[in-house]
């Protein structure tokens, strides 16, 4: 069975950082990580393939640092600077699609965790 499972969300003030991981049940080529506010839709915010290939979004780069430790099957993503408008609830994601640049579509991506809450207040 297919999981994906983050963990390392949590409360912080604006400023503070945190670090989600995902734990994956097999490798995927292509993985990334989306956040979602209720009401609004999933947003791409990072994504990373096995050839080391990075996207960010605009609003996150020189914050943001994702990484992946293929011997692991384990996702990061390093936050750092965190705003109040960085809460949400954020998900990893995975695709065996071979994405030479990794996208931040949702549709893209056939693989999702269960999220974790990151909330930060001013």
């Known amino acids: 069975q297919v999981q994906l499972v983050e963990s390392g969300g949590g409360s912080v003030q604006a400023g503070g950082s945190l670090r989600l991981s995902c734990v994956a049940s097999?490798?995927?080529?292509?993985m990334g990580w989306f956040r979602q506010i209720p009401g609004k839709e999933r947003e791409g915010v990072a994504a990373?393939?096995?050839?080391?290939?990075?996207t960010y979004a605009d609003s996150v780069k020189g914050r943001f640092n994702i990484s992946r430790d293929d011997a692991k099957n384990t996702l990061y993503l390093q936050m750092n600077s965190l705003k109040p408008e960085d809460t949400a609830i954020y998900y990893c994601?995975?695709?065996?699609?071979?994405?030479?640049?990794?996208?931040?579509?949702?549709?893209?991506?056939?693989?999702w965790g269960q999220g974790t809450q990151v909330t930060v207040s001013s």
């Open positions: 097999r490798y995927y080529y292509c």
């Open positions: 990373v393939n096995s050839g080391g290939r990075l």
């Open positions: 994601a995975a695709t065996i699609s071979t994405f030479v640049s990794p996208p931040l579509v949702a549709g893209r991506y056939g693989y």
